[in-house]
Nanobody
Framework: QVQLVESGGGLVQPGGSLRLSCAAS????????MGWYRQAPGKQRELVAA???????NYADSVKGRFTISRDSAKNTMYLQMNSLKPEDTAVYYC???????????????WGQGTQVTVSS
């Protein structure tokens, strides 16, 4: 069973930085598009940033210029570098993989367990 495991969340002051990681467990994986989502209390889950297998990226307007998404295909890992954090960035952050192939098996729409990011003084 392929799983996504996030790490790197925590408490940071406004203006600070954090880097989130999302690692896909298992060997010999082929992963297409991946993305980071977040959900604040009382709000719907929203897309923060996404990256294709070819490295094309897109971002929510609210994080453009502050967040950077990247991936290391050799490590089956995706990252989210978050700079100039604001209190409104406080949320649980989830990673998602659209499709992952392992051998002859296809895993679709996989989600990590989430990691809390809190921006507060």
């Amino acid at each position: 069973q392929v799983q996504l495991v996030e790490s790197g969340g925590g408490l940071v002051q406004p203006g600070g930085s954090l880097r989130l990681s999302c690692a896909a467990s298992g060997r010999h994986l082929s992963i297409n598009a991946m993305g980071w989502y977040r959900q604040a209390p009382g709000k719907q889950r929203e897309l923060v940033a996404a990256i294709t297998s070819g490295g094309s990226t897109n971002y929510a307007d609210s994080v453009k210029g502050r967040f950077t998404i990247s991936r290391d295909s050799a490590k089956n890992t995706m990252y989210l570098q978050m700079n100039s954090l604001k209190p409104e960035d406080t949320a649980v952050y989830y990673c998602n993989a659209d499709r992952i192939w392992q051998g002859g098996r296809l895993f679709s729409n996989l989600w990590g367990q989430g990691t809390q990011v809190t921006v507060s003084s």
